[in-house]
């Protein structure tokens, strides 16, 4: 089990929510360190662990706060790291948000693979001796006893594009870097006025987001034939990231959020 990068390197890019570019440099750093960033745009350096006790909102993103400092959209970085074994790494970046890509983990998977590390599987927790659940409505994220690691999720949009799809995924028997890494992050596009009016999506464009409407896919093709449901479970993966490790069960989600997967992880 590779727990760190073999040599750092940089990725640069705009981030969704602030439209800034930040330059993000991964480096290896020593076991038991844990993922953890380091905002060096600012005075202090100060310190974010990726940790689920450092998580400070969840609006369309996860954002971490810790020693004065934030970092936001860290979701899909770390499930890259974690999708590929990485246990521990120092993330320098010198903006106040991860940038955003191809919407997807990809370009982190491929600049991972690049700085010569052979992916290995993700590490695992201890497994879990009892279910642990939260809901909203009917949206929900469980954690099932299991006698491996699987992960299965839902959606139901009002969108015909999209509608109901699951997939059920187990990182043994489909590689995270084919299986999950690509799927690119979503939207409507009658909501994007308001969401611009609010301060968010400043850096999002038909680059980074598949964008849907009424009539179907503004920006096809697809990369999976259910691939807004696969992005939903790249994010349940960066968030769960947030224990450390992910313990061993079945996790399954549906209609969920950034909101109800941290609510897990702290349950957890």
């Known amino acids: 089990m590779t727990s760190t990068?073999?040599?750092?390197?940089?990725v640069s890019g705009i981030g969704l929510h602030s439209g800034i570019e930040t330059n993000v440099t991964i480096l290896p750093t020593e076991t038991k360190q844990g993922r953890y960033f380091i905002r060096v745009d600012l005075p202090e350096k100060p310190i974010i662990p990726a940790d689920v006790s450092a998580v400070h909102q969840t609006l369309l993103s996860t954002e971490l706060m810790a020693n004065g400092a934030t970092v936001r959209t860290v979701?899909?970085?770390?499930?890259?790291l974690t999708g590929c074994g990485?246990?521990?790494?120092?993330?320098e970046i010198d903006g106040p948000e991860v940038p955003l890509l191809d919407g997807s983990a990809k370009n982190w998977v491929d600049a991972?693979?690049?700085?010569?590390?052979?992916?290995?599987?993700?590490a695992l927790?201890?497994?879990?001796?009892?279910?642990v659940w939260v809901r909203d409505g009917d949206a929900f994220v469980a954690a099932i006893p299991a006698p491996e690691i699987r992960f299965s999720y839902g959606i139901d949009f009002p969108?015909?594009?999209?509608a109901n799809q699951w997939v059920s995924w187990n990182p043994k028997k489909e590689p995270f870097q084919d299986f999950i890494a690509p799927a690119r992050t979503f939207g409507f596009a009658d909501q994007i006025e308001q969401l611009k009016q609010a301060g968010l999506i400043k850096g999002g464009s038909l680059d980074n987001a598949l964008v849907c409407d009424r009539t179907g896919w503004v920006n096809p093709p697809l990369r999976f034939e259910n691939e807004p449901v696969r992005h939903k479970l790249l994010d349940l993966i960066?968030?769960?990231?947030?224990?450390?490790?992910?313990?061993?069960?079945?996790?399954?989600?549906?209609?969920a959020s950034h909101n109800l997967h941290v609510q897990l992880a702290k349950k957890l």
């Open 5 to 10: 990068i073999e040599k750092g390197f940089t």
């Open 75 to 80: 979701e899909h970085l770390l499930a890259a």
């Open 86 to 91: 990485i246990e521990n790494a120092c993330i």
């Open 112 to 122: 991972i693979l690049k700085s010569g590390l052979n992916p290995s599987e993700m």
């Open 125 to 131: 927790g201890s497994p879990i001796e009892e279910p």
């Open 159 to 162: 969108y015909e594009a999209i």
């Open 238 to 255: 960066g968030d769960l990231s947030l224990l450390g490790t992910i313990p061993q069960a079945h996790f399954l989600a549906y209609k």
